[in-house]
């Protein structure tokens, strides 16, 4: 609690597999799922409101890392 934290995300890609698109959930009270972000390179990142300034992609290059940094 009180520091930054790296969300990791790694998928390895079978031969003809791409990764198109990573989106990231919270889950909360009764597993309820908000969605927190989408990592797309067609269609650039999105972060839901109240996450804006808070998640940045911190995965580099290709999808198959979609890592995400969390600020606190």
Do not use: S
Request: charged share 20%; hydrophobic share 40%; with cysteine.
């Amino acid at each position: 609690l009180g520091q930054d934290v790296v969300l990791p995300c790694r998928y390895r890609a079978q031969e003809q597999e791409q990764v198109v698109q990573v989106t990231w959930l919270k889950r909360g009270p009764g597993a309820v799922a908000t969605e927190v972000a989408v990592l797309n390179p067609q269609h650039g990142e999105h972060v839901q409101e109240p996450f804006v300034g808070r998640v940045l992609r911190h995965g580099h290059g290709e999808l198959e890392d979609g890592a995400i940094l969390l600020r606190n």
